[in-house]
């Protein structure tokens, strides 16, 4: 019988461990390093770097990249295999609630796509206040980061996917601050926000995939930035609104596309602010370092 574990390990583990083997070796990773950590032997990495490797249908493969982006940046980050592990196993377990995904394994196992989705019940809360706290963990150690937080401090939301109200989303208590210039954090918690957990359900409520946000300073460099690493981005104003107006027409940007980041450019006592959205707080991440990268 082709159970999802035989689904993944047949079809999508392949061309993910291939992947990640070459966004280790971009970033100078040995073969031999990175077949221990991928658990393979080095005979099998240097295959996949000669791209000995099967690709699946291009929906699934687009999904997968995502994540071995993800997983390749937490490895080069120094995080524990624990942590890489941890992740990895609640990507794959995301992947099964993913159209496209269910589409292909409904069609590799003889089975209903509705029967796909019943196999994979909806992570429990725990799991996202441990994915927000390795991505917060990330963000704080980040060169420069300090520099982005804003008068107002930042705070970072990560809501699972079945949110409805703002006490269903997980985020920074107290917000992100600087002590002696450098950024320090509580661990997240569940309705520790207001403001930027409404804004996540806003969101998904319009683009279910963005799950997770982080607000930033405003500056004419953090928009030559937002352009020059290639994110898609509008602009709104909220000077003037009151907090559920504001979250409004924040969100209401995303009727018309899905952006990596909404300016705010604030008004009568309203700092300017930089929205930076994604799917989940690691996407976030590495929208922040790709911005530092270029600043």
Known sequence: MRTPSVYIAEELMPYLRARIAEALYRTGFKQAKIASY???????????????????PEGVSKLLDAVADEISRLIVAGSS??????????????????????????????????????LVPPFPRSAVLDELEVALRELLSLKGFSSLVPEVRSNFAYAPANARKPEDVAA???????????????????????FTASLVVEVMRRRPSIRSVLNIRY????????????????????????????????????????????????GAGVEPLVYIFG????????????????M
């Open 81 to 118: 295999k624990e942590e890489v592990l941890l992740l990895l196993s609640r990507r794959l377990y995301e992947l099964f609630m993913a159209g496209e995904v269910c589409r292909h394994y409904s069609s590799y196992a003889g089975v209903s796509e509705g029967l796909c989705r019943e």
């Open 172 to 194: 920074v208590p107290g917000r992100i601050t600087l002590v002696k210039g450098r950024p320090y954090a509580l661990p997240p918690e569940f309705g520790a926000s207001a």
């Open 279 to 294: 799917r989940n707080p690691l996407d976030v991440v590495g929208k922040v370092k790709r911005l530092l990268e270029v």
């Open 38 to 56: 991928l658990g393979i032997t080095q005979a099998m990495v240097s295959k996949y770097l000669a791209g000995k490797y099967r690709t699946p």
């Open 219 to 266: 500056g004419d460099d953090i928009e030559h930035a937002l352009g020059k690493a290639g994110f898609s981005f509008t602009r709104v104003r909220t000077g003037g609104l009151s907090e559920r107006r504001a979250v409004e027409e924040i969100a209401g940007a995303f009727e018309e596309a899905e952006w990596d980041a909404v300016v705010d450019e604030g």
